[in-house]
């Protein structure tokens, strides 16, 4: 069964930083290229950053350049985003998802990130 | 940055009725890259059409999808009780893949 499990979310302050974690199962990871998308409180879903099986192609949404870093380590089957200089609207749940043929056609269940004093 | 606009907001409709949802972008997008995902409460979202017409795996074929340039609808023909969610269009014709506001489609 593909499973994406995200873990590292919580409480942070504003400034503050936060490494984001996926754990995949199920399927073999480093064939895919993974991204993370989030979607603050009642809001709709903003594409954050992309990254290629081997961890090069990596691309991030303008709002978050310069802050967040994606990686992955495909011997832990595992997908990071690195947050730094966290502000109140980076304040989200974050997915991973898996992307093929460039859609996202599984994803995880989530991570809650708030970014407030 | 493609802006994609979805309407109605909200649309309130019964079970059995037909649903019609549309996505309009502020710029032209390659039918190929245009999606459409389901959210429901406290889920992921999960795809449901791409390359604008065409239906994910296991998507019942009540669920269609069509248009093109910058003109795309989602259409579900006879609403059933688990089809009540929110509906995002996305395209990733440039980057960054955007995603439009959503359309709610509550039971009336």
């Known amino acids: 069964e593909v499973q994406l499990v995200e873990s590292g979310g919580g409480l942070v302050q504003p400034g503050g930083s936060l490494r984001l974690s996926c754990v995949a199962s199920g399927f073999t990871f480093s064939s895919y290229r993974m991204t993370w998308v989030r979607q603050a409180p009642g809001k709709g879903l903003e594409w954050v950053a992309n990254?290629?099986?081997?961890?090069?192609?990596?691309y991030y949404v303008d709002s978050v350049k310069g802050r967040f870093s994606i990686s992955r380590d495909n011997a832990k089957n595992s997908l990071y985003l690195q947050m730094n200089s966290l502000r109140a609207e980076d304040t989200a749940v974050y997915y991973c998802?898996?992307?093929?043929?460039?859609?996202?056609?599984?994803w995880g269940q989530g991570t809650l990130v708030t970014v407030s004093s | 940055e493609i802006v994609l606009t979805q309407s109605p907001g909200t649309l309130s409709l019964s079970p059995g009725e037909r649903a019609t949802l549309s996505c309009r972008a502020s710029q032209s997008v390659s039918s190929s890259y245009l999606a459409w995902y389901q959210q429901k409460p406290g889920q992921a979202p999960r795809l449901l059409i791409y390359g604008a017409s065409s239906r994910a795996t296991g998507i019942p074929d009540r669920f269609s999808g069509s248009g093109s340039g910058t003109d795309f609808t989602l259409t579900i023909s006879r609403l059933e009780p688990e089809d009540f969610a929110v509906y995002y269009c996305?395209?990733?014709?440039?980057?960054?893949?955007?995603f439009g506001g959503g359309t709610k489609v509550e039971i009336k």
């Open positions: 998802a898996r992307v093929e043929m460039g859609e996202l056609r599984f």
């Open positions: 996305q395209q990733r014709s440039n980057w960054p893949p955007t």
């Open positions: 990254i290629k099986q081997d961890g090069g192609d990596i």
